[in-house]
């Protein structure tokens, strides 16, 4: 039986539904499996530039063979056709792999058809450690990964355990992650031949953050970004599967000099597609020592970039600094208490904000009021001081990205020598001590406005604001802090007022 080249994407898309029926949630969440959809599979091959004469295609965590079929199609559709195109694509659940013999089968009579030859090995083997094993290269490696001209990947997502077996692995071939998806991702781009392409499809929380670090570091030094798309949730992309993340499609060459790299976005697969070119510096700032990934895909926001990065100050121009909440509440346990007492402080959570500033006690929920006052736990408390405190983790129901408080003594118990905040809060503070109430109601104002939560979306594509991210960017200076603070009363604005207030201050 033949099979035309361009119908490859439909057959395995009736594949992938057939399949996805049968994937059971208890195996797709350990596995962090997520299939991709024909729209998705032929926008990602779509993307590559140079395929040569010989086709070697890496899909590691293949799946039913979408992105195989997506990239099978793609070749066959251009002049001139290769001489032979060989796929090797790792799977390890058993309820694929019917289905991805079935599509690789289609992938080989439409070569065939076009005298193409065609090779395909699936491998139902651990691509981690096969992987590794090729790339450590010792005299007794058993593996049977090879080296590539092309990758395309959907990578599994998982967190990986810093004791795990992968991560061992890993570390044994100079790669540090914390997440399966980044894993697949460097171990790819170090089975490539340099000049080989990569496509990848994966959440956007590697592009900041000091978790993934290591690994954007390790990307940014073996390969130049030569497009990336952006997603507005993986709820679209991934519309069958409930998931729930936002994510982007990158496209990268191994070895290759930085040049102009394409920004596109689009609200889902297959919807009108918004694209700027930029230079590479753009994208990522050569003196940034974090290399974060901004994604400024529009002129629009290239214009607020502009905007943001022109601000003349960093947080130690204004003596100031961000750190973490100091009490973790789990390690802590023996120590909180539901209701102050006699010998007890304040103890801040994310629920005890409202409307700017913080609210406290919040009696009758979930989360502590109180932190025991003795000696164990001085080291977890800060002076009763104004200081302005934002949330770790945002609900994605929020409007914002970035959400600021006020913590004020005098909205706390007369007497309160001390409070303690929990690890969930960031506060900035001058040298461990508090900030003068016009510069912290200033402080929180910016914070809280559409200018940072538009600009901070740029680079940060999940729900986690770390105050490495909150150091990253660039603040006004000390006059305008303090003209936006004498606009803040007993209670902040609504939102279009606070952005009134930034705007005039900073004009």
């Known amino acids: 039986m033949t099979i035309r080249s361009e119908d490859l994407l439909l057959e395995a898309d009736a594949t992938r ?3 996805n029926t049968a994937l059971a949630e208890t195996t797709r969440s350990p596995l962090g499996q997520f299939m991709t959809s024909s729209v998705v599979a032929s926008f990602m091959a779509s993307m590559f530039q140079q395929l040569g004469s010989e086709v070697r295609l890496l899909d590691a965590g293949a799946g039913v063979g979408s992105l195989t079929a997506g990239a099978v199609q793609e070749v066959l559709g251009r002049k ?15 309820v694929m792999l019917a289905g991805l013999r079935s599509v690789l089968l289609n992938c ?20 981690i450690e096969d992987a590794a094993a090729a790339l450590d290269g010792g005299m007794f490696a058993d593996s049977s990964a ?17 004791k795990s077996r992968e991560r061992s692995l890993l570390r044994g071939v100079g790669i540090e992650t914390t997440n399966l998806y980044a894993a697949f991702v460097a171990l790819a781009f170090k089975l490539l031949d340099p000049g080989g392409e990569l496509v990848a499809i994966t959440p956007r929380s590697f592009c900041n953050g000091p978790y993934f670090l290591p690994f954007r570091r390790l990307l940014l030094e073996q390969a130049a970004l030569l497009r990336v798309h952006v997603f507005d949730s993986r709820k679209r992309a991934f519309r069958d599967d409930a998931v729930l993340q936002e994510n982007i499609i990158f496209h990268a060459r191994k070895g290759a000099p930085r040049g102009k790299v394409m920004l596109s976005s689009s609200a889902a697969p297959g919807e009108d597609v918004e694209q700027r070119i930029v230079p590479h510096s753009a994208v990522v700032d050569p003196k940034d020592p974090n290399a974060f990934i901004h994604l400024a895909t529009s002129n629009e926001d290239a214009i607020l970039a502009k905007r943001m990065t022109s601000l003349p100050c960093v947080l130690d121009d204004l003596a100031l600094t961000v750190s973490t909440g100091r009490v973790i509440d789990f390690r802590a346990r023996a120590f909180l208490r539901a209701s102050p007492g006699a010998r007890t402080v304040p103890l801040i959570y994310p629920t005890h904000f409202r409307d700017g500033f913080v609210a ?25 001081e104004t200081y ?12 914002r990205r970035v959400v600021a408080v006020v913590c004020e003594p005098t909205r706390l118990p007369a007497g309160t020598a001390q409070v303690g905040i929990e690890n969930h809060v960031n506060y900035f503070h001058s ?11 200033g402080l929180a104002a910016y914070l809280n406005s559409s200018l940072v939560d538009r600009y901070f979306r740029q680079f940060n594509g999940h729900t986690q604001v770390n105050a490495t991210d909150l150091r990253s960017i660039r603040y006004p200076d000390l006059a305008a802090l303090k003209a936006m603070g004498k606009r803040i009363g007993k209670a902040f604005p609504a939102q279009d007022g606070i952005d009134a207030i930034v705007d005039e201050a900073l004009a």
């Open 17 to 19: 539904v057939l399949t």
């Open 80 to 94: 001139p056709l290769p001489t032979s195109i060989t796929v090797t694509a790792y799977e390890v659940d058993r």
């Open 108 to 127: 080989q009579r439409a070569a065939q058809s076009k005298g193409v030859s065609f090779t395909a090995r699936v491998l139902e083997r651990d691509f």
């Open 146 to 162: 090879s080296r590539f001209n092309l990758a395309i990947l959907n990578p599994p997502y998982r967190k990986l355990s810093s």
């Open 360 to 384: 406290w006690p919040k009696l009758g929920g979930r989360k502590a009021n109180a932190l025991v006052d003795e000696g164990a736990t001085q080291a977890l408390m800060v002076p009763n």
């Open 388 to 399: 302005v405190l934002t949330k770790r983790f945002t609900s994605k129901e929020e409007r």
């Open 431 to 441: 040298c461990g001590r508090g900030l003068t109430t016009l510069v912290a109601r």
